[in-house]
């Protein structure tokens, strides 16, 4: 098998280098042909001088072409059967590869992994959410009323708990752009990404076209990988504009401007009345004592509606109040998030 691992970065050079080595750590050893496809869509000069030294080939197009753009190109360069998509920001855990290979020698035809949003593999990250009419006004109203808001959280949570309590590869085309395994047959039946998305949603649209034309995807839970999650886009002053024109172009192609025209009124009409968010304390959560009480979840998400969310499984009462990894608090703000526990 020959495999073309296609990693495209922006002003991330020290994350690409770390997500170059895990990736070498992770096929010594496997006897697997890699062409390495390393698209350089910005670095100073230091930055250059960091990736020469990396046993790849960087491709520097002259210009950010975004990330679909980026893997479109590295796609381009490469020849081999089996392509691996990669963010800067992911830290493949030790046969998170191979066991995503696996999947697509099994039948799949896109495969992604578990992942997880500190090294210490305690809060696992959501799966992508599900793009239909439905969620989507689901989640427009769920920022209006607390009522709204509780339903949505219930819908979401039965989706992730699927996902994450997975044992065998699990169906599934809610799978993360920032590590996508896939055959190139599929690749050319789909098309490359649309490089219209200048940022997010563009593995998002590739995958409702696969799914559409009614190919396999796979969601891995034996293939781990840890995302440093939002760690390329804060080198991007416009990426929250950029979410919102690519949101909006999303919606426009895959539920037609009648209804994206729908779910703006409603969102400008309707007053905001969502429960107010719940920060965790300082000191820490602190969690029931009742043996009874467990298992339980805490989720934590930057948003105050509190979904998507990261969340930790707690088996037993712990000994100390319950706080984030001290490495996502070097990261994150943790006023920014809202925390709820929940049965």
């Given amino acids: ?23 070498r750590a992770d096929l010594t050893g496997t006897g697997i042909e890699v062409e390495w496809r390393l698209v ?17 080939e960087r491709i520097e197009p002259g210009a950010n072409l975004g990330y679909a753009g980026g893997v479109n190109l590295g796609a381009e360069r490469s020849t081999a059967e089996v392509m691996v998509l990669m963010n ?5 855990q030790p046969g998170c590869v191979p066991a995503l290979l696996g999947a697509l020698e099994g039948g799949a035809d896109v495969a992604g992994p578990r992942f997880w949003w500190d090294r210490g593999r305690r809060l696992l990250q959501p799966p992508s959410e599900v793009r239909t009419r439905r969620e989507e006004l689901a989640r427009v109203l769920a920022g209006k009323r607390p009522a709204w808001a509780e339903r949505a959280r219930r819908r979401w949570r039965r989706h992730a708990r699927r996902h994450w309590e997975a044992r065998e590869p699990l ?8 590590l996508l395994a896939l055959r190139r047959s599929a690749w050319e039946a789909v098309g490359p990404f649309d490089a219209g998305y200048r ?5 998002t649209d590739w995958l409702l076209r696969a799914e559409r034309r009614g190919l396999a995807g796979r969601y891995v839970p034996a293939a781990g990988a840890v995302h440093l999650y939002g760690q390329s886009a804060d080198r991007e002053p416009r990426a929250a504009e950029w979410f919102e024109e690519s949101a909006r172009r999303f919606r426009r192609r895959w539920y037609g401007p009648r209804f994206t025209g729908l779910l703006e009124g409603l969102d400008r009409r309707l007053p905001g009345r969502a429960a107010a968010a719940c920060g965790i304390p300082p000191g820490g959560l ?19 509606l509190g979904l998507p969310a990261a969340a930790e499984r707690i088996a037993a009462p712990p000994d100390e109040p319950w706080n984030l990894p001290a490495e996502i608090l070097e990261r994150v703000p943790a006023a920014s998030l809202t925390v709820r526990v929940v049965a």
């Fill in 88 to 92: 800067p920001d992911v830290i493949v």
């Fill in 1 to 23: 098998m020959r495999l073309a691992v296609i990693l495209v970065h922006y002003h991330t050079p020290e994350l690409a280098a770390a997500a170059v080595e895990a990736l």
């Fill in 40 to 56: 350089d869509n910005g670095s100073d000069e230091a930055g250059r001088a960091l990736l020469a030294a990396l046993p790849v």
């Fill in 171 to 178: 169906p599934s085309f809610s799978l993360s752009g920032s």
């Fill in 199 to 203: 940022l997010y949603f563009e593995e």
């Fill in 286 to 304: 602190r969690l029931p004592a009742e043996p009874s009480a467990y298992p339980l979840w805490v989720e934590v998400s930057p948003s105050p």
